[in-house]
């Protein structure tokens, strides 16, 4: 089982391990978020988010690298989710949370009318879900600090393997492929500065009628220096 986006291919461990690009694998054990929610294999965005960030086109391949046959039930299947990780984060399915994902017309054609399922020969792969073309997970509030967890991916997934004369193993092998996103910091708006006004030279009338004042009594020393002379 591998998970693709438009940037990164990942991989379920039991199946397939495939490097990635834009998802790192990690040990589970590196972060309280996944063995708190029974991840089997564990991935970190390299990409941190930002709020009113879309993650889209994304879609499974299902790799089948045993020897044996391997078949899964739709209504078994249970579709991924991005779960928030803070009450700083809110993440929203946009356009709507309806039908968000969708099976492949490759998938479909893997299906057995006598087993009832979908039949993935050994050694072969399918893509076999993927969202919906314009339809994405969006990060619609991020007060979460920089570099802290902010949503969880979840890709759960229930396989069965057939073994000898189309002998299905009862209990379904039960796998959480996770990816984990990190803040790329709230941002903060500043708040406006208050400065006080530099104070102007005052110009009202009463400055006028001193100006004129002193112009007076200039005039009149002047007038008497020449009298006398």
């Not at 968000?100 to 050994?122: C, K």
């Not at 902010?150 to 393997?161: E, S």
């Amino acid at each position: 089982m591998r998970i693709l986006s438009s940037v990164a291919i990942l991989s379920v461990a039991s199946l397939l391990v495939v490097p990635a690009f834009a998802y790192e694998e990690v040990e589970c054990a590196s972060d309280a978020v996944f063995s708190a929610n029974t991840c089997s294999q564990c991935f970190v965005e390299s990409d941190t988010k930002s709020e009113g960030d879309n993650i889209g086109l994304l879609s499974d391949l299902w790799v089948n690298n045993t020897t044996f046959d391997k078949i899964m039930y739709k209504e078994e299947q249970e579709m991924p989710e991005m779960l928030s990780l803070s009450a700083g984060a809110t993440w929203s399915q946009t356009p709507s949370g309806a039908d968000f994902w969708e099976y492949t017309d490759e998938f479909d054609a893997l299906y057995s009318e006598d087993e009832g399922g979908y039949i993935l020969p050994a050694g072969k792969e399918v893509t076999w879900l993927k969202s919906k073309l314009g339809y994405a997970y969006k990060l619609t509030k991020n007060e979460v600090a920089a570099n802290q967890n902010v949503g969880l991916l979840v890709y759960p997934v229930a396989i069965h393997n057939i073994i000898g004369e189309a002998e299905i193993t009862p209990d379904n092998e039960e796998h959480r492929e996770c990816v984990l996103f990190k803040s790329a910091g709230a941002e903060v708006t500043p708040e406006p500065t208050t400065e006080e006004p530099t104070e102007l030279p005052q110009t009202g009338p009463e400055n006028y009628l001193f100006l004129i004042l002193i112009a007076l009594i200039l005039a009149y020393g002047i007038s008497a220096m020449r009298r006398r002379s």
